[in-house]
């Protein structure tokens, strides 16, 4: 069966080739033999290379949206492999398998054999991103968040397109609390701008991994509620399925990265005028006064004004940064390594228009651009965001306006009620400042209790954000349509991924999770009417009316209720908990929450939680 190899394919090849030679030249010479390469089978379809993915004698090939068999060729490599007793080799008739089925496998090289059952899965209507690094390993991008590796890269739409195909520049995991995670987020930058999957042209990406995400909705719904109700400059985004050196690694979210650019946040690069100056900047000296930190360097541009995107940043572990007098700690997003006169005045801008928010000064308004403030402040405070004054918060600045914009958004997997925010029934422009008062942003609650913000913000919520969540919770509304469109690549990414292991959703079932985000929204809008609008407005879907058990495990007895769909459990069995103890689900050890519906049955064991 003829076939058309192209890089993947082309580079294992070369691989195995110099490997062969190096072992045939080592006999004939009569140095130490070098061990063959191991057998392996896997996959070829059209220019790549599947592997399978093992877990307790199984195997599971995942299979991109657009896979078709007539182009596949299951291959064994230096062993063999039967597929239901029936010898797998080379042929030219086309091989076909049904998805979901489960087939029993035998392999051996030498004296190694393996078994057990194999299983093929096929998403849909999500892209394909293929990285092959060039050591053909993550181990040292996924040991080290700085190290950077090149390699290649081809991505591809769900009819199987060609978006682009062509050098990794680098690979290298990002992310705070996902770098703790086996399953990362990841930076990449194509050697030259591409436009990926119909965004924006840019070398810069982003692959959110959604690891504690049980929907894989959150962020993509955040990033187009801000979008579509007006947030200036919000990153594109598309849900694609990554494979790392031909392994399966899950559901991603393809993102355009927050940056300066005339596609991006379009500002002046100041960096870019600054390295022009100066040179290389990551040789120059650093700088750090235990307040302001940077670089130094000889020369500034003429006007040092703009461009700049700063970051609200709780880490506070950037290049360059500054804190407030007021405890507001900012890291540079651009320029990344900001000079001690750009550092500086930065750093007397912001505190200048903290000093104004704090003080309830009526030149405020001069400084901030209301609009942006209020809207990125109404994304938050509506889908109840963890992260909100915390990090990922992002402002700009342009060289020829005075005035700080709000945006773009950034990092929503921490909302909607995931984790232990399930109380809808909370400020965040001032709950949320006392839940994490260290090292959170001082200014809203000051906002909030401002006259001009506090009318800003209840009419955009009545007028133009309400409206938008009603019209994306509704049946069929876009939650619906995205849950839907992302389904099968879920399926994928459940099999390949332990979401107890990382808390990812309430939920065992993917169907129950995206039924909670909308069932936690319509308490939150019910919520901000009552707060905003003085309504009582009920919006919560209804239950099927089916009945789940909820079990209640207690170190000597235990006891089961029942519990119709959608309704929320009022008292639990606290006779059945010891000293200290409280109730923890067996699935996930998550706590129990009075706030979570059940959708679905349940057990829960008593414990510390220690």
């Known amino acids: 069966m003829k076939r058309s190899y192209s890089m993947f394919v082309g580079i ?213 509620m801000a979008r579509d109700i007006g947030l200036a400059y919000t990153v594109e985004s598309e849900w694609v399925d990554l494979y790392l050196n031909g392994q399966y690694w899950g559901n991603y979210l393809l993102c355009e990265r927050v940056e300066v650019g005339e596609n991006k946040v379009a500002v002046e690069d100041l960096e870019e005028e600054t390295m022009a100056l100066n040179g290389d900047m990551e040789e120059l000296e650093l700088f750090d006064t235990g307040t302001q930190k940077g670089v130094l360097a000889e020369k500034n541009p003429e006007d040092i004004r703009g461009g700049y995107i700063i970051e609200k940043d709780y880490f506070y572990d950037s290049i360059s940064g500054f804190e407030t007098e007021d405890g507001n700690p900012f890291s540079f997003k651009s320029p990344q390594y900001a000079t001690q006169e750009q550092v500086e005045y930065m750093a007397d801008y912001v505190q200048q228009i903290e000093d104004m928010i704090l003080s309830d000064d009526e030149r405020l308004f001069d400084y901030i651009d209301v609009d942006s403030f209020v809207l990125r402040y109404l994304v938050d405070e509506a889908v109840l965001n963890s992260d909100f004054g915390v990090t990922s918060m992002f402002f700009y600045k342009d060289r020829e306006d005075e005035r700080l914009y709000a945006g773009p958004i950034w990092d929503y997997d921490g909302c909607m009620g995931a984790s232990d925010f399930t109380n809808s029934k909370v400020l965040a422009a001032l709950d949320i400042q006392q839940y994490r008062r260290e090292g959170s942003l001082t200014w809203y609650p000051y906002l909030y209790e401002n006259e001009t913000f506090y009318k800003e913000i209840v009419e955009s919520y009545q007028n133009i954000v309400k409206p938008y969540i009603l019209d994306m919770i509704k049946t069929g509304g876009k939650i619906d349509t995205y849950a839907e469109r992302i389904r099968d690549s879920v399926k994928m990414d459940m099999v390949r991924w332990s979401y107890t292991d990382y808390g990812a959703g309430h939920y065992e079932s993917f169907d129950n999770n995206v039924r909670y985000v909308k069932y936690f929204m319509a308490r939150r809008l019910r919520f901000l009417d009552q707060e905003w609008l003085e309504e009582d407005n009920h919006y919560e879907p209804e239950g099927t009316g089916e009945l789940h058990t909820v079990t209640f495990i207690g170190k000597e007895s235990a006891e089961r209720v029942e519990v119709p769909d959608g309704e929320v459990i009022v008292e639990t069995p606290e006779h059945l908990l010891g000293d200290q103890e409280w109730w923890y689900t067996k699935r996930s050890q998550e706590p129990f929450y009075p706030d979570i519906p059940v959708y679905e049955d349940v057990t829960y064991q008593s414990g510390t939680g220690m």
């Open 12 to 224: 294992l090849s070369v691989i195995l080739l110099l490997v062969y030679v190096g072992v045939s030249e080592a006999k004939a010479y009569g140095e130490k033999e070098v061990e063959p390469p191991k057998g392996e089978f896997f996959l070829t379809y059209e220019e790549v290379i599947i592997r399978p993915w093992e877990s307790e004698h199984k195997i599971c090939f995942f299979l991109p949206s657009y896979f078709e068999w007539e182009k596949a060729e299951l291959v064994a490599l230096n062993g063999e492999l039967t597929v239901d007793g029936k010898k797998i080799v080379p042929s030219e008739d086309p091989i076909s398998y049904d998805m979901e089925k489960e087939y029993s496998y035998h392999f051996s090289w030498g004296d190694v054999e393996s078994s057990g059952t194999l299983q093929f899965l096929q998403s849909a209507n999500v892209g394909t991103v293929y990285l092959e690094t060039e050591s053909g390993s993550m181990e040292g991008v996924d040991q080290d968040k700085e190290y950077r590796e090149g390699g290649l890269i081809l991505v591809k739409d769900a009819q199987g397109n060609s978006s682009y195909s062509g050098f990794l520049e680098f690979v290298k995991s990002r992310g705070n609390s996902t770098w703790k995670a086996e399953k990362k987020s990841y930076s990449i930058k194509l050697a030259k701008e591409a436009e990926l999957l119909g965004m924006e042209e840019s070398r810069n990406w982003i692959l959110l991994c959604n690891v504690f995400d049980g929907n894989k909705l959150q962020n993509k719904l955040c990033l187009e």
